[in-house]
C-alpha cells in the first residue's frame, strides 16, 4: 500500500521559511518522480516544484529563487525548503508520486499540510 505523508506545515510570518517534508512507502521511490502541489481556497490545485527520477527540477514562476525541491532516494523522502514566504504562499500542500509503467501511469497524493503564512 503506497503512502505519503507530509509534514512541516504549520504558521509562520511574511519572510519567513518552512521546510516540508514528505515520507513514502510502499513504492520503489527511486522509479518516481516526485512533485509538491499547493491548494489555496477556492482556487484550483497548482504545481509548485517538480523533481524527476533523474534529479531534474521545475519550479512555478511564483516560488522560482524562494523554494527548493531536493529529495533522498535512501530514506525516500522529498523536500521543500520553501524561503521568504508570502501571504500568497498560504495553501495546503500535497506530495505527489507519479510514475509511468509500461504504458500505465500511476499518481499517488498525500493528505496534505497546511502552510499559513500571516502577521
Known amino acids: 500500500q503506497v503512502q505519503l505523508v507530509e509534514s512541516g506545515g504549520g504558521l509562520v510570518q511574511p519572510g519567513g521559511s518552512l521546510r516540508l517534508s514528505c515520507a513514502a512507502s510502499g513504492m520503489s521511490f527511486s522509479m518516481n518522480d516526485m512533485g509538491w502541489y499547493r491548494q489555496a481556497p477556492g482556487k484550483q490545485r497548482e504545481l509548485v516544484a517538480a523533481?524527476?527520477?533523474?534529479?531534474?527540477?521545475d519550479y512555478a514562476d511564483s516560488v522560482k529563487g524562494r523554494f527548493t525541491i531536493s529529495r533522498d532516494n535512501a530514506k525516500s523522502t522529498v523536500s521543500l525548503q520553501m524561503n521568504s514566504l508570502k501571504p500568497e504562499d498560504t495553501a495546503v500542500y500535497y506530495c505527489?508520486?507519479?510514475?509511468?509503467?509500461?504504458?500505465?501511469?500511476?499518481?499517488?497524493w498525500g493528505r496534505g499540510t497546511q502552510v499559513t503564512v500571516s502577521s
Open positions: 505527489n508520486a507519479d510514475r509511468l509503467i509500461v504504458g500505465t501511469r500511476l499518481v499517488y
Open positions: 523533481i524527476t527520477r533523474g534529479g531534474r527540477t
